[in-house]
């Protein structure tokens, strides 16, 4: 988990679909998940919006807030949150295939993919426990 979140922090969408692309991941998974990456911080950020606009408007936003008001609150939340995610996602997708993902041949992405000396060390250093334990360290 701590090395998907850091990956997923320090490498970019189109690091990620140049990376698949290279690998040579289909076009039914590279697409979802290409919109998937693009999709939670919108959707994040959409829920700081709402939040914002609630407080604004009077409506509280507090912890408090939802145990006394537990409806009212998820109402004022869920219902934009929503309406807005099925429009985010649709459009994420047209977007991903308006940039040609789903078209076949090969594709040229301005990315360089290179393994650095840093790559090699991390790879090296999270294999450390399986070499230790293969080699009879830890039994």
């Known amino acids: 988990i701590i090395a998907g979140t850091y ?3 320090t490498t970019s969408v189109s690091e990620w679909i140049a990376a698949f692309k290279y690998l040579k991941m289909p076009n039914g998974l590279l697409i979802p998940l290409a919109v998937m990456a693009r999709f939670f911080p919108t959707i994040k950020e959409d829920y700081r919006n709402i939040r914002r606009a609630m407080s604004f408007r009077g ?3 507090g912890f408090w807030d939802l145990l006394k008001h537990p409806i009212q609150t998820l109402e004022y939340i869920l219902i934009p949150l929503l309406m807005n995610a099925t429009q985010v996602a649709e459009d994420l997708t047209v977007s991903s295939l308006t940039k ?4 076949p041949g090969k594709h040229t992405t301005i990315v360089r993919l290179k393994m650095t000396t840093f ?3 991390y790879i090296l250093l ?14």
């Open 7 to 9: 990956s997923m922090k």
């Open 59 to 61: 409506i509280g936003t």
């Open 100 to 103: 040609g993902l789903s078209l």
């Open 119 to 121: 790559d090699y060390f």
């Open 126 to 139: 999270a294999l450390l426990p399986l070499i230790l334990y293969l080699g009879g360290v830890f039994r």
